[in-house]
């Protein structure tokens, strides 16, 4: 036997014979005769066809390789039986059988392990092909992702700028509608005052009518005026509530309607309040 510790300055060599029995899976020591081999470890031993065991080589105490060569020879005279022989032998038998096999399933393994390195090696260039298909598929959906982050960059700032120019639309549209009810309310205020005019001018004309009863007639005609003007009033109020955009013609109108009413309110004034010139049927003025 050899020693498994051949690098350790504290080895062990042997030259003693050792059986194996196969059946009863146990080791026994057995004698010999004859010159016994040189104590060595690491050598090499083999069974040969005769039942005979052959020794080569190995190294010694001193780590010296020996090159010397023992067979053991195995009769049914030696120390071992025609049984022990026989014994041998079909262990021999056995063990070169399952070596047989051994080698069989060996060759089938390393048939076997040839599919599996093509097959493996086919898988691993199908991977490289992959990973380079992955790489190519990443940079694409990289250059995509930063195009796709360009144009939502620009599309919020397109939206941006949109949203300012609402904003300041909205800004201008809430300023003109301040200024249109600013508008309102001066109009509302001017329509009461002429309404308040026309009142005070009515009040006029019904103390003329009491003084006057020649102007009559004539008086009719400009307290019918004053009715049509107060509906025109009315009428213009009601257009000023509901349309802005006629402020300028409205204004017009009521400009106008101030003129007709000076020119029907000149002359002297009756009891502290407005005159109003008004023409007699025979052309004259009162």
Request: aromatic share 2%.
């Amino acid at each position: 036997r050899s020693s498994d510790l051949d690098k350790d300055p504290q080895k062990k060599v042997f030259n003693d014979l050792h059986l194996l029995d196969m059946e009863e899976k146990s080791i026994r020591l057995c004698s010999t005769e004859g010159e016994k081999p040189k104590k060595r470890s690491s050598h090499a031993a083999c069974a040969l066809p005769d039942g005979s065991m052959l020794i080569h080589g190995g190294v010694d105490a001193n780590d010296k390789f020996l090159n010397d060569a023992y067979r053991l020879e195995i009769s049914e005279n030696g120390s071992l039986s025609r049984d022990e022989v026989e014994e041998l032998r079909g262990d021999l038998k056995t063990v070169e059988d399952q070596l047989r096999k051994t080698q069989e399933s060996l060759s089938r393994a390393e048939g076997e392990l040839g599919k599996e390195r093509k097959t493996a090696k086919a898988t691993e260039k199908a991977r490289a092909t992959l990973d380079r298909s992955l790489k190519d598929l990443q940079a694409k959906l990289d250059e995509a992702e930063e195009a796709a982050a360009r144009e939502i960059k620009r599309s919020v700032s397109k939206m941006e700028a949109e949203i300012s120019d609402l904003k300041r639309e909205t800004e201008a549209q809430e300023k003109a509608k301040v200024e249109n009810l600013k508008n309102m309310k001066k109009l509302e205020r001017k329509a009461k005052e002429m309404q308040y005019n026309c009142e005070e001018e009515q009040r006029n004309a019904l103390q003329l009518q009491e003084n006057l009863d020649k102007a009559s007639a004539r008086w009719k005609t400009v307290k019918r005026r004053l009715d049509e003007t107060e509906e025109l009033l009315e009428s213009m109020k009601a257009k000023n509530r509901t349309l802005n955009h006629e402020l300028e013609e409205y204004t017009e109108k009521v400009e106008s309607l101030e003129a007709q009413l000076a020119r029907r309110g000149g002359g002297k004034r009756v009891g502290g309040g407005r005159s109003r010139q008004v023409s007699t049927e025979d052309g004259g003025a009162i």
